[in-house]
């Protein structure tokens, strides 16, 4: 939205242009040394203030003009015809090319017949106004060209973002299905020595309570991610339990990686294991491909109340996967399910870090 200061723009710059025609135009009726009488400098100051509406009315406002300067040279004056070189120029710059050009000619031939004016002035005017046009369009052009692809770049990230949460959905449903499943053995384990054993029984079924609040969390964070119907993939989901052999797999891709554990490691929920995973998984990966990294350090740090994950590479690359990547969505995607913080960037002692931070609540 435009603020009261550019919309006053216009106005000032008519105006000022509108004055700058006329001081002009009374100092070429001077020129010749003769007397000039009340009445042409009336008329130039008239035809000065027609100069405000030019914007609006470009081919009225250039025949006002022109009618001026006509009716000066014949009262015996020499015009200098100011005022229609401005209104040329304002027609060109404002009006279809066709309507300009139509315009120009029959204007130039009067100035030149009546000795207004040499022909390369009116050109020339609207040259410039033709000129300034066409830079006007272009710019418009590429400032909507830039919000085009600003909104297709809003997007795309926002298609990213739907895909990585169905992704993390299908997963979450895994790690749900398989703790109902355990808790379904563990009822009927317990439901067998009820009578028999009633101690095994009550321990039996306290680690089922345990495993159903923590299914519960997962299902009220799969509840919030999915938006359709998606099917559960039935293959096994990784862990921080395989996390040896995926960066083993890096290493034998020529990535060195140096993977360092602080901390007692704890039982974790699924979910929070799974994005710890997927999340060390992304960071190698872009590490792998764009930043050209000669050394990699992977560090987890078990926490009372969080696992803190961190990716440091001193490669160049800028962590996000080139054109049409979005690694760092889906990264943000799976710490943000889980409550936790992302940072991601560049640091000032070289190279790209990734530094997640996922609650873990209560050690499972």
Known sequence: MRGPRAAHRPVLSDIAVAVAATVVEVGLLFNDGGRVAALPIAVTALTGAVLLARRRFGVAVTAVTVAAAAGLTAAGYSPGGA?????????????????????????????????????????????????????RRYVRAVEERAATLEREREQLD????????????????????????????????????????????ARTLERVEAS?????????RILV?????????????????????????????????RLEIAGEPLGLPGG???????????????????AGAAAVTVRLTYGRADLEVRVHDDGTGTGEPGPGGHGLVGMRERVAVHGGELEAGRVPGGGFRVAARLPIGEPA
Do not use: C
């Open 158 to 201: 926002l298609i990213a973002a739907q895909r990585e949460r169905g992704s993390i959905a299908r997963e979450l449903h895994d790690i749900v299905a398989h703790s109902v499943t355990v808790m379904l053995i563990g009822v009927r384990g317990a439901r067998d020595v009820l009578e028999t054993e009633p101690r095994v029984a």
């Open 83 to 135: 005022p229609v070189v401005v209104a040329l120029w304002s027609l060109a710059e404002t009006r279809d090319r066709r309507v300009s050009l139509a315009v120009l000619a029959p204007v130039v031939v009067f100035l030149v017949a009546d000795s207004v004016s040499a022909p390369p002035v009116p050109i020339g005017a609207w040259m410039l106004g033709a000129y300034m046009q066409t830079r």
């Open 272 to 290: 929070v294991e799974l994005s710890a995973y997927r999340i060390i998984e992304e960071a190698l990966t872009n590490a792998l491909k764009h």
């Open 225 to 257: 991610l999915l938006r359709g119907e998606h099917a559960a993939e039935t293959r096994p989901q990784p862990s921080l339990a395989d996390l040896d052999d995926l960066v083993a797999g890096f290493r034998a891709a020529g990535l060195p990686v």
């Open 212 to 220: 159903a609040e923590e299914s519960l969390a997962e299902l009220r």
